[in-house]
């Protein structure tokens, strides 16, 4: 599947976007986890001390924010979804 990382993410990351090779069925924590073991840099920015997702950490799978989906983070990919990543926004 293919993850795109935005703003700070890409830089902390060091990369625009990526193809995460990994079995379909998944679920978006699942594939969050080994995100996070590709890219160390990002454990902080993403994850608390339980390992929960950040509140402002904004995930769309094809588009449509995580928590919108009827199983949030349990919600299973296919290994031709898309994963964006995108931090808090604050401006005006």
Known sequence: MR???????????????????QPSG?????????????????????????????AHVHVFVNGSEVFTLPNALETRLQA???LDFFPPVAGG
């Open 3 to 21: 993850v795109n990382l935005y703003a700070t993410f890409r830089e902390h990351a060091g990369v625009k976007h990526f193809i995460l090779d």
């Open 80 to 82: 031709e979804d898309t």
């Open 26 to 54: 998944i679920s978006v924590g699942e594939a969050i986890r080994r995100i996070v073991e590709c890219y160390p840099v990002l454990h902080d920015h993403w994850l608390n001390d339980r390992g929960e997702l950040h």
